[in-house]
């Protein structure tokens, strides 16, 4: 499996923006869809974006209102997930994981990194 290891969380005022990355171990990168998840205190982890293993595909939850842009370079074994705009209500642990194919499921991803904190201040 793939190990993934999440960066570039932080504490951001609300409208400002982050961007997390997600580096991937491993030889078959580009073989796995890839997602960003987020799990705020006391609630359920919770779908953000997807993209597929070449790029072509791109899965966003509706409530996000364009502001997050998921992206990939199979070159770096890397995913990004740059997030502009940023309210409180985003504040959580963002985590990436690697899936055999594109999907909003938590279910269907296999490898998870360990997450990253963002904190929105208001």
């Known amino acids: 499996q793939v190990q993934l290891v999440e960066s570039g969380g932080g504490l951001v005022q609300a409208g400002g923006s982050l961007r997390l990355s997600c580096a991937a171990s491993?030889?078959?990168?580009?073989?796995?869809?890839m997602g960003w998840f987020r799990q705020a205190p006391g609630k359920e982890r919770e779908f953000v974006a997807a993209?597929?293993?070449?790029?072509?595909?791109?899965y966003y939850v509706n409530s996000l209102e364009g502001r997050f842009t998921i992206s990939r370079d199979n070159a770096k074994n890397t995913v990004d997930l740059q997030m502009n705009s940023l309210k409180p209500e985003d504040t959580a642990v963002y985590y990436c994981?690697?899936?055999?194919?594109?999907?909003?499921?938590?279910?269907?991803?296999?490898?998870w990194g360990q997450g990253t904190q963002v904190t929105v201040s208001s």
């Open positions: 994981a690697a899936g055999a194919s594109l999907s909003r499921r938590t279910v269907d991803y296999i490898s």
């Open positions: 491993g030889r078959t990168f580009s073989s796995y869809a």
């Open positions: 993209i597929s293993g070449r790029g072509e595909g791109r």
